[in-house]
């Protein structure tokens, strides 16, 4: 599984300043948020997934890999797209009797954003190390004055390193109880009960274990600080995303 | 030096791990502690590192109490846990070594110096961008090392150093235990395999139900057979012949 895992390569986007690619997200999601009609605007979505598939080719992250990986989210859409259809459900423009077309239309337009808010922290993720976000979340936030920006860099890093581990946790909890017949237990609440409890303590033992070797290694709050100059080219790059940015705001409105 | 003075160690739940324990590790020994499982060997390397602390009695490090020096005590004293998986939390391996230089705030070039010559000093010089998940237990293992060296250690405390290592790994790591001990590194080392290591060791301390029951001079014994009643396995060879070096 390659889901949230730092993939090394020698690419342009790997060499990006790790405060660029930050920033970049942040411009990135703005504009993204804004936009809420995927019926009308389905080539703006489509043109943004072209982008970030161009951007996973050039980070040389495995594709076929990572969509794979990324089935799990889509698991998730059917339930946020019924839930919302009834939540917005109105007379005048229903598909049934109980879903509306703009409810239809607003949650998918949210799982849409939702694929590319994910796909986008994930080649984040991929193409920086924890090292390299934790100082660049630091340096951002060091601007603001009465904000722990250490604090804050040190939690986000530390669930940057957890989440693969979880997800590495899970897969190994599942094969180990298939190897003891599991399939055989046909209730899902069972199964889940079987694969969560083990995976609930087995992560918090990790957990604990981390922060004993954090406290080895004496981690403080005062910390080697590096800071991140922006070049011309992280310039070019932030113009972008903030040319687009604007563009979606524009056509949203 | 450090001494430990009457120490005993209890978990919240009650549950005693260490009792009485009286014991003087001296600077540049290479000492073997063993035990059987549960004996408390690991809550005594978590206190000799200070992230544990005792629940009676001291710990001195060179006649200051530890607890008191806490975060300096551990620049003195690094241990290597059993999982390296768990000790390895940087995503390549400058980042991991580099992590505990950073909490001891070096500045740039001095990290990139130490990281560099430490990744030779355990043979992993070309590992530098490397994915530590992408490494062999052994390679792992060294990089916890290496991880722990960065910080300029006095006593060095490894967990099980050898556990799940296939023969060259054993032998890697051992070959480092020992180059490290020639340096003047004062060396712990926790395990069970005591043919493995035994013939390189200064002393050897046994553990049985968190007490400490014996304390073998090895320069002076040729034979442990007399330990068997402590259920540790006992090697049919001479005390010389305790090695995996051959």
Known sequence: MILFHYIPADSLIHKTNPKTKLLSIIIFSFGTLRINNLFQNYYNFLMLLIVLLSILIIAKIPLRYLLKDMRYFLIMFPIIVLINSFKLSTDESSLLSFISIEGLNYSLSFCFKLYLFSLISIIFIATTTVRQINFAIENILRKFPLVPSVKIATMISLCIIQIPLIFDNYNSIILAQKSRCMDNVKNPFKRFQLTLIPLISKTLKKADNISLNYQAKCYSHTRTQYSYKLELKDYIILGIFSLYSFMSVKLAL | ?246
């Open chain 2, 1 to 246: 030096m450090i001494e430990l003075l009457n120490v005993s160690h209890t978990f919240q739940n009650g549950c005693t791990s260490l009792k009485d324990i009286n014991l003087k590790l001296n600077k540049g020994e290479f000492i073997v502690l063993t035990g059987e499982n549960g004996s408390g060997k690991t809550v005594l390397s978590l206190l000799l590192n200070g992230l544990y602390t005792p629940s009676k009695g001291k710990i001195l490090y060179n006649g200051v109490n530890l607890e008191k020096h806490i975060p300096n005590i551990r620049t003195k004293v690094g241990i290597v846990f059993q999982d390296s998986d768990t000790q390895i939390v940087g995503q390549t391996v400058y980042d991991d070594i580099a992590f505990g230089l950073e909490n001891l705030r070096h500045n740039r070039n001095s990290i990139d110096k130490i990281v560099t010559e430490n990744l030779k000093l355990v043979g992993l010089e070309s590992y530098n961008e490397r994915v530590p998940t992408q490494l062999s237990g052994g390679e792992k293992k060294r990089l916890a090392i290496a991880g722990i060296l960065a910080m300029q250690p006095e006593y060095i405390i490894l967990d099980e150093p050898f556990n799940g290592l296939d023969l060259p790994g054993i032998k890697q790591i051992l070959e480092q235990l020992i180059k490290l001990h020639d340096m003047g590194k004062s060396i712990l080392v926790i395990t069970h395999d005591l043919e493995k290591v035994l013939a390189h060791a200064n002393r050897l301390i046994v553990l049985k139900q968190g007490q400490l029951v014996k304390i073998i001079d090895l320069q002076k014994e040729t034979s442990i057979k007399h330990l068997s009643d402590f259920n540790i396995k006992i090697p049919k060879c001479k005390i010389s012949e305790m090695t995996w070096l051959k």
